[in-house]
């Protein structure tokens, strides 16, 4: 977090190639459901030696939903416009050497610096940079990098600094940041993933200061020589959320591991599946053999994941091992084959609502085929591939997202009444020419729809378009998506009704006038209806009477033999 001039280091760091396993154990942890006696606040204005503009304060720091919320504050206190918290555990709970992590959400505003870190215990005594530093979170204004850093003093008392820095996709959501500490090394890690090493052996390039104590430091600094003192006033406050802080230190194991993880599961299958390993006296591997198709094993982790292509009961040989032995045990695997049924079990009604991301169970290949099996949606079902998101149309809810052509979602479906439906499309993309169409046991019903370009993800609009005649009776409706790029929130069926008793001639299924499905509404005509034929081949084959009737040119109306067609006005 120091943020000083700075001799850069002009060479180098060699890193060992030496791999060995660590048993990492928590040995201390903060899941901030409260903010413990561990922490002391740092309070007042200075510019904290960095040209800071803000003025720390305890109050800016609170627990809400169980997490850590540090506020950057537009707000005028003690000679300062604005506030933010800083917090540390100096002199109550340090460590030399471990593995230290933070679950946490950044905010991404211009002058804004929020920042998780340590400094050495001895810094009463020799001051900075000579007590060490080490950076595990550092962000500046509206980007995505992540910087990691060590900072101290070489033997003629000057600063040095060696850092590297990862991109990370929207810092603003939660991600877990570390490092790795031990005698040789601090390695920098993003979601498990190393982006940085400095080698530390024996005090090398004067780095004897990370052979000592140190403590965590939280904080959230507003402008400063970093950052600048260029301020984003609009997105005020700007909140560092923290799930956890835990701290691991390599405790060896005394003996071999006792396997204590479950020894059953269940599966989907083209569903995402995790399962992992656990098991006492602190494992350094894992294996496991007899996996089904489509899973495989972290052998670092213990973790079992992936999608299975088939399905079936497996007894899969798991074994987890430390340098003192190993414990193997059978875990069983159970992935029934799939089956198609509808969404809390009973099938959505035509007329009414089918809401997108109802789709029915049974999974990929079955329900629903998804592109991309990663769950970009995270708020519903998110174990499958359909990505639903939180909606802002009128009355919330979900809706399906990041649409691809060729995906499609299935929906069991109950059709009340036979007749000719007005289907409507709740819809939003910022594109244009998106397209899709919906099924009917198979039969397109309604050509393609068409999405308009609403301005916004989250702006609505509806299309619409009729349906020809549909057949009561349970059905399997389908929504696919022809050029995806696009969200659907939901379908709505209502039915359309024969207004002053006029039945129109739609004649696609036959010639006979006795077929109901050739009439729009789905009714024969009787002695109470006028009737309108617009065009086509009309055949009578029994005896008719109706009110009237309109024929258009070109229309051809055939009465057989021994039959009658009696209009009454």
């Not at 200061?209 to 430091?217: K, S, Y």
């Not at 956890?244 to 230190?249: A, C």
């Not at 020419?433 to 050509?447: A, C, M, P, Q």
Request: charge should be negative.
């Amino acid at each position: 977090m120091k943020f000083l001039s700075i001799l850069f280091i002009s060479f180098l760091l060699f890193i060992s190639n030496t791999a060995f396993a660590q048993n990492w154990q928590v040995v201390w942890q903060d899941d901030f459901n409260t903010i413990s006696s561990d922490w002391i606040f740092e309070t007042g204005g200075g510019g904290w030696g960095n040209s800071e503009l803000e003025y720390y304060r305890k109050e800016n720091a609170t627990i809400q939903n169980g997490n850590l919320v540090i506020a950057a504050k537009q707000e005028n206190f003690g000679g300062y416009s604005y506030t933010s918290a800083r917090m540390k555990t100096q002199g109550k709970k340090f460590w030399k050497y471990g593995k230290v992590e933070i679950r946490a959400s950044t905010p991404a505003t211009q002058g804004i610096w929020p920042a998780f870190w340590m400094l050495g215990e001895s810094i009463n005594n020799v001051g900075w940079p000579a007590c060490g530093e080490i950076d595990i979170l550092e962000h500046v204004n509206t980007g995505n990098t992540n910087y990691g850093t060590i900072h101290w003093a070489n033997d003629q008392g000057q600063h040095i600094s060696y850092g590297g820095n990862t991109e990370v996709s929207t810092l603003t959501n939660f991600h877990i940041f570390s490092i790795e500490w031990n005698s040789t090394s601090i390695k920098w890690f993003v979601d498990g993933v190393k982006y940085h090493e400095a080698d530390i052996t024996n005090g090398v390039n004067s780095t004897s200061d990370f052979h000592e104590n140190c403590f965590l430091i939280l904080n959230v600094a507003v402008g400063g020589n970093w950052p600048g003192n260029t301020i984003d006033n609009n997105i005020m406050p700007a909140n560092l959320v923290v799930d956890y802080i835990k701290v691991y230190q390599d405790i060896p194991a005394t003996s071999a591991p006792v396997i204590n993880s479950s020894l059953s599961a269940n599966a989907t299958i083209n569903t995402a599946f995790n399962y992992t390993i656990t098991a006492s006296n602190t494992p350094t591997a894992y294996n496991a053999t007899g996996l089904p198709a489509g899973l495989n094993i972290n052998t670092a982790t213990g973790n079992i994941s992936g999608a299975p292509t088939v399905s079936g009961t497996f007894n899969v040989n798991i074994t987890a091992s430390n340098s003192l032995g190993s414990n193997s045990k059978t875990l069983v695997i159970s992935i029934p084959t799939p089956v198609l049924a509808p969404y809390g079990g009973t099938p959505a009604n035509i007329p009414g609502k089918i809401e997108a991301e109802k789709y029915d169970t049974g999974g990929e290949g079955l329900a629903y085929h998804d592109m991309e099996a990663a769950n970009n949606g995270t708020q519903m079902r998110t174990t499958e591939g359909i990505d639903i998101e939180a909606c802002a149309d009128t009355g919330g809810g979900y809706d399906v997202g990041w649409t691809t052509g060729g995906e499609w979602m299935t929906y069991t479906v109950n059709v009340i009444n036979t007749g000719v439906y007005t289907l409507q499309a709740r819809v939003s993309t910022i594109n244009a020419g998106k397209t899709f169409h919906v099924e009917l046991d198979g039969i397109n019903i309604s050509g393609p729809l068409t999405v308009p370009n609403t301005g916004n993800w989250q702006v609505w609009q509806t299309i619409s378009v009729n349906t020809p005649i549909i057949s009561a009776g349970q059905k399997i409706l389908r929504i696919v998506f022809d050029a995806g790029d696009f969200n659907i929130n939901y379908l709505n069926f209502s039915l359309n009704t024969c207004t002053n008793n006029t039945y129109t001639w739609i004649g696609t299924i036959s010639t006979a006038w006795e077929t109901a499905d050739n009439w729009y509404c789905g009714i024969v005509p009787d002695s109470t209806t006028d009737v309108i034929i617009n065009s086509g081949i009309v055949v009578i084959n029994s005896t008719v009477s109706i009110k009237s009737l309109q024929l258009n040119t070109g229309v051809q109306l055939t009465v057989n033999t021994g039959k009658s067609l009696t209009i009454l006005k």
